[in-house]
């Protein structure tokens, strides 16, 4: 004899994932002021998946779901991206990686534990942000691709001089010769207003065609 099916959700479970919602919605909101790749809506799926699937796991006596995190990679995975001057994503893929574990702490239970881990994770999203910012300015790096007028190696050697004038290190990273033109791969380092002022230089000298 075939039994009916029976759907029962209790109120702690609604409460869980009313939970988990709510911490996904203050990490969302975070991202999604910032314009990133995963926003408003994603952190909210991610920390409601997570609690499912840990609910879904301990209903079966499986305890936590640890599978949870091995998906995540691959969501993670999708926003990092890497071009010639960088690699970014890597922020909001910590944070899609962090929401899991929140939906996790969500869906087993534990309130405290994903409350507190949601406000310090929006603490070091924010304010952790403007010591960044001042970090990267007193010490900013920036790739000039350089490409000269001609191929006289003499005027590599004066933009060095003009840079080291400008308080700034500068670390040839590649030099090549394309048909007429020399073209070097410089990594500058230094102060933020001076790399700017190292802009207006060299948009003005004739020896460059571009950079």
Not at 45 to 68: H, R
Not at 77 to 101: P, Y
Not at 136 to 158: C, G, P, S, W
Request: hydrophobic fraction near 50%; charge should be neutral.
């Amino acid at each position: 004899m075939q039994l009916p099916l029976q759907f029962q959700i209790t109120d702690e479970e609604l409460l869980k994932l009313g939970f988990a919602i709510f911490c996904g919605g203050l990490l969302g909101m975070e991202r999604q002021y910032k314009n990133k790749t995963a926003g408003f809506r994603t952190i909210i799926l991610i920390t409601l998946g997570s609690a499912l699937f840990t609910m879904v796991a301990q209903k079966a006596g499986l305890g936590v779901n640890i599978n949870v995190i091995t998906g995540i990679g691959f969501i993670g995975a999708g926003v990092v991206f890497k071009d010639n001057i960088g690699v970014s994503g890597l922020t909001t893929a910590a944070v899609i990686w962090v929401a899991a574990a929140i939906g996790m702490a969500a869906g087993a239970g534990d309130y405290p534990l994903a409350l507190i881990t949601t406000v310090s994770t929006l603490l070091i999203l924010m304010l952790f942000s403007l010591l960044e910012r001042y970090i990267d300015k007193v010490h900013h790096d920036k790739l000039f691709i350089i490409v000269f007028a001609d191929t006289d190696y003499e005027n590599l050697v004066m933009v060095e001089e003009i840079i080291k004038s400008h308080h700034l290190k500068s670390r040839r990273k590649q030099i090549n010769k394309i048909g007429e033109h020399l073209q070097a791969t410089l990594l500058v380092t230094g102060h933020l207003q001076y790399i700017a002022q190292l802009d207006e230089k060299l948009l003005v000298m004739s020896q460059i065609r571009s950079f």
